[in-house]
């Protein structure tokens, strides 16, 4: 029996360490989509060339949550938001004094006012009366397709402009000429 000891012991690590892998490969959906929205909303604060813990990102997320909030007080068919009202003046007094609180703290806050504005902004009759749909985008490596594209829609679509206009006629090659480029050439090499 003593013998059989060290295998028992060591399978039942062995199971622990499988459990723990698994729960690591299959998270909570969840919690993968409040990281990717917190993801985003620190993406967003970093292109206006701030943190989302930094004081003047908590203040802005408080005011944009009060305009959202007194906009739909406004709106027909609204339902009973006196909750999220009431959470939304703690988290107004929370941000208030921000100077005194730490980074994590901080951060912390400025997701749960994100997180507020976001119910607020899903539960808007207007917003949730049809399907909405969320895209993530990746930047292309052949980002010059899309450039080319919209040059194309923009100038090469229009049938009056380019080398198809029947208004101009396409210019034949020239015969070969021993002078070209002519000295008169903007386009000559300066030698």
Same mark, same amino acid.
């Given at each position: ?15 622990a ?17 409040r ?8 993406? !967003? ?6 943190t ?29 938001l ?6 939304? !003046?703690?988290?107004g007094?929370?941000?208030a ?57 923009a ?6 402009n ?30």
């Open positions: 029996m003593i013998r059989s000891l060290p295998t028992v012991v060591c399978l039942l690590l062995l199971s360490v499988v459990r723990v892998q698994a729960a690591q490969a299959s998270p909570d959906p969840a919690a993968a989509m990281a990717a929205v917190e993801t985003d909303w620190a993406r !967003q604060e970093h292109r206006l060339g701030r989302p813990q930094s004081p003047e990102a908590i203040r802005a997320a408080v005011e944009r949550a009060s305009r959202l909030l007194n906009d739909l007080h406004t709106a027909e068919n609204m339902p009973d006196s909750a999220e009202q009431a959470l939304l !003046q703690v988290l007094r929370q941000a004094n921000v100077s005194a609180l730490d980074d994590p703290a901080r951060l912390r806050l400025y997701n749960n006012i994100r997180a507020l504005t976001r119910k607020l902004a899903l539960s808007n009759p207007v917003v949730t009366s049809r399907p909405l749909i969320f895209m993530q985008r990746r930047r292309a490596v052949g980002y010059m397709l899309y450039e080319y594209l919209g040059w194309y829609y100038y090469g679509y229009d049938p009056t380019g080398a198809k206009n029947p208004q101009f006629s396409t210019p034949q090659p020239a015969a070969a000429s021993t002078s070209w480029p002519s000295p008169a050439d903007p386009c000559r090499r300066r030698s």
